[in-house]
């Protein structure tokens, strides 16, 4: 069983398939059972399961974190 995902708030997440607006990266904005992501393109606020989120993931950046 995979580890889940620590999301965080300001995390910025890349998906898989882009949103229809074209932008694939999401910003958490709320973070529970569900969590809520905002797009960075157009402004739509979305709210996934968390599993449903961690397969549909790319790649996660943290904002003032060292890389």
Known sequence: M???????????LTLRKPHPC???EWEVVRVGADIGVV???????V????????????SVA???AVS
């Open 39 to 45: 797009c960075r393109t157009c402004g739509r606020r």
């Open 62 to 64: 943290r904002p003032g």
């Open 2 to 12: 995979p580890t889940p995902v620590d999301f965080r708030l300001g995390d910025v």
């Open 22 to 24: 074209g932008g694939l």
């Open 47 to 58: 709210m996934m399961v968390r599993s449903a989120l961690e397969r549909r993931m790319k």
